[in-house]
């Protein structure tokens, strides 16, 4: 019950962080966008570095540190993403592509995941996604054709850098 919470308050989080930085990156840019929440986490994070939250509990290959340099991309993307479909069509995208390669990862086995197969019920649950996010724009007024190339593909890798740093 209290995953599924915190799962819920992420999805708030992440919608009401995306509106926030679309209009930074609208007023300033890109980039200024990515330095204010990487500054923000730095100043709410670096007080827990030094209670017990932050104290090592072990250690972890040098690789593994990488995680935390995806989410640099993760905002860059999401910003590019929000800013030129707008917050549900890239969040619904970004959705779609931590779904599609999260499944790839399972199915590996890769990154540390517990190998699961792709099952026809993972096909059609992904397809029931991709009409969704398809269906999106249309309901809305929009036209599937407007998304622009290096949007949706800036909103899925989104979705993948998400997924590659949680398994980091």
Not at 1 to 24: E, K
Not at 40 to 52: D, H, S, Y
Not at 141 to 164: D, E, K, T, Y
Request: glycine fraction near 14%; include cysteine; charged fraction near 5%.
């Amino acid at each position: 019950m209290i995953y599924g919470m915190m799962a819920a308050a992420y999805g708030i989080l992440i919608g009401v962080q995306s509106a926030f930085c679309a209009q930074i990156t609208q007023a300033y840019g890109n980039w200024f966008s990515a330095v204010v929440v990487h500054l923000g986490g730095f100043l709410i994070l670096t007080p827990l570095f030094f209670t017990k939250w932050g104290r090592k509990q072990g250690s972890a290959p040098w690789y593994l540190y990488l995680g935390g340099t995806l989410g640099f991309g993760n905002v860059v993307f999401s910003n590019y993403g929000i800013v030129s479909l707008g917050i549900t069509n890239s969040n619904a995208l970004m959705f779609l592509g931590e779904i599609v390669f999260a499944a790839g990862l399972d199915s590996l086995g890769a990154l540390g995941s517990r190998k699961r197969p792709i099952t026809p019920m993972k096909w059609a649950a992904i397809a029931i996604v991709l009409a969704g996010v398809l269906t999106i724009p249309l309901l809305s007024g929009g036209n599937v054709a407007v998304f622009a190339f290096l949007a949706v593909a800036a909103s899925l890798m989104r979705g993948v850098i998400a997924v590659v740093s949680r398994q980091l």
